[in-house]
């Protein structure tokens, strides 16, 4: 495939009226290159996702879950948060949790009232949870059974929030939540990753919303600019939009790193796929 093709797609892609773009604008004092059109927060893509309706989001064992019932139950996860353990906007939430269909619901749930996720690592010693609890200060710990009972050793002032006893009760308490309507801006923080302490410590990376947001445009772009340059060059027929296959993805990298956080949970999402 040429650069002259692939140069020519892109230009139209993120050229002026184009689907991707590409303005100036300035961003916290610099003057910067973004996305004209683009979701101004996390909640905004999740209140996107409505149109995916009845199709699968999530897929572990038996457990299936569409994206309809994926909003209500993150709305109504917000709203007990909120409501029981007083989560407001710039609070953290620690999720301690191996990979499972409530990860993501915790997840949107919280980034949902302009809450920051604390995504803590799963393999962590009953010392390192210490240390990432302590970091973060986070108002609830939302965890499974296993790493709960790591921390519960610790004797932690946090409230916590055992998955497999605990969160099917609040999701029933507000069936039909609404979405919290906090304001949140594009650059107020999100998400804190931590990096693998190696030389020390780990260190707690905080993610913006508009990064976030970011990753998921410059990834799609990519991928559509691939398909068109194909199309342009003779290698395949246009796509019809109408038959594309909904993309499947294995979720084996840890939803507490950015590679199973950013390209499974809130990619797939974006773009409809499971």
């Known amino acids: 495939m040429s650069a002259q093709i692939r140069a020519a797609v892109r230009s139209k892609l993120t050229g002026p009226g184009g ?31 409505a149109v995916h309706g009845e199709a699968e989001y999530l897929v572990h064992g038996e457990k ?119 304001a949140i801006a594009e650059d107020e923080p999100a998400v804190i990753l931590y990096t693998s302490g190696t030389t020390g410590r780990p260190k707690g990376a905080l993610a913006s919303q508009r990064s976030i947001i970011g990753f998921v445009q410059t990834t799609t772009l990519s991928g559509v600019e691939s398909v068109l340059a194909e199309v342009m060059a003779g290698k395949v027929k246009p796509p019809d939009p109408a038959k594309r296959p909904q993309t499947v993805f294995l979720a084996t990298p840890p939803m507490f790193h950015m590679s199973g956080l950013y390209a499974n949970i809130v990619l797939q999402l974006a773009i409809g796929g499971k």
């Open 64 to 182: 299936r879950v569409t994206y309809a019932r994926h909003l209500a139950q993150a709305a109504a996860l917000a709203a007990a948060l909120r409501d029981r353990y007083g989560v407001a906007k710039g609070d953290r939430v620690a999720i301690l949790a191996a990979n499972c269909a409530e990860w993501p619901v915790a997840f949107w749930a919280s980034t949902s009232l302009g809450a920051i996720v604390a995504a803590l690592n799963g393999w962590w010693t009953p010392d390192e949870i210490a240390y990432g609890i302590a970091d973060s200060a986070p108002r609830v710990l939302i965890g499974d059974r296993a790493r709960l009972a790591r921390a519960r050793t610790l004797g932690l002032s946090v409230p916590t929030l055992e998955i497999e006893s605990e969160l099917a009760e609040l999701l029933a308490r507000a069936p039909d939540a609404p979405l919290p309507d906090v």
């Open 19 to 49: 689907p991707f773009e590409i303005v100036e604008e300035t961003v916290l004092g610099e003057r910067m290159r973004v996305f004209k059109q683009r979701a101004r927060s996390l909640r905004d893509l999740l209140r996107a996702s």
